[in-house]
């Protein structure tokens, strides 16, 4: 009963650390514990998935939906399961029970968040990058959006670019060098992305730019001729993506639509 009671405790304890409320001793005691086992990292990275997954909700999640995560984090593992499976059992069946209420509430979601097509702003180029064609653009379009040259006005050059298939869209990003920095830029296809109320909103040449922090890093989106554009690169500053997400070459890149 004992055992139970200790295995218990830690799973609650562990959500507690992947959502920031367990702090002072406790928080250090399990984090040095965490540090030590490689079954326990491997637990809070999955309670941590899970709260990124809730988090990337463009809305508040609804009450039934919370009550049934809140249900799910207080509920004892059954002790047949726990005897069975151990600590790493009952703790995955917590984690897949908020999995399931998601898919249960979002099926068929119209579309990846913003923080999944922002995810391939920092990822690496896959093949070369579109050359400068004309004015301010490179030969790449999307829809008819093309992505801009900057390497003569701005300084970023065109270094690489990769395509990939979220939830049924592609998503093609180009990636920009300046020194040791570099930006990566997406454009979606299909109807724009949603973004969190919570962004900033910013006018910079007429282009309304909404920005926000995902994952440490600042993420800036706003739409051309209907499509999602997203622009993100590790440390860079807000104020610098704002400056390339508001360029427009005086007028001659094709914006249709801001």
């Not at 151990?86 to 917590?94: H, I, K, Q, Y």
């Not at 989106?221 to 209907?226: I, L, Q, S, V, Y």
Request: hydrophobic share 40%.
């Amino acid at each position: 009963m004992g055992d139970m009671r200790r295995q218990t405790n830690i799973e609650r304890d562990l959500v507690r650390l992947a959502d920031g409320t367990l702090t002072g001793d406790r928080a250090r005691e399990l984090e040095a514990r965490v540090a030590e086992s490689p079954d326990l990292r491997a637990m809070l990275d999955e309670q941590r998935g899970a709260l990124e997954a809730i988090r990337a909700l463009n809305e508040p999640a609804p009450h039934a939906l919370r009550t049934q995560i809140e249900n799910a984090r207080r509920r004892p593992a059954p002790a047949v399961r726990a005897r069975r499976f151990g600590l790493a059992g009952a703790f995955v069946a917590v984690v897949a029970a908020v999995t399931v209420a998601l898919v249960a509430v979002l099926p068929g979601a119209a579309g990846p968040s913003l923080s999944e097509a922002a995810a391939f702003t920092l990822q690496k180029p896959v093949s070369p990058a579109p050359v400068h064609e004309f004015d301010g653009a490179l030969n790449l379009k999307i829809d008819g959006v093309p992505y801009p040259y900057w390497e003569d006005s701005l300084g970023w050059n065109a270094t690489g670019k990769r395509v990939d298939k979220v939830d049924g869209r592609t998503a093609t990003t180009v990636f920009y060098s300046k020194g040791s920095n570099q930006v990566g830029y997406t454009i979606v296809t299909g109807k724009p992305v949603k973004v969190p109320s919570g962004a900033n909103m910013t006018v910079k040449n007429g282009v309304h730019i909404r920005s926000l922090g995902l994952g440490g890093n600042t993420v800036v989106t706003w739409e051309r001729n209907g499509h999602s554009c997203i622009l993100s690169g590790r440390g860079i500053s807000r104020d610098e993506l704002v400056k390339l997400a508001g360029w427009r070459d005086a007028g001659a890149l094709p914006y249709a639509t801001d």
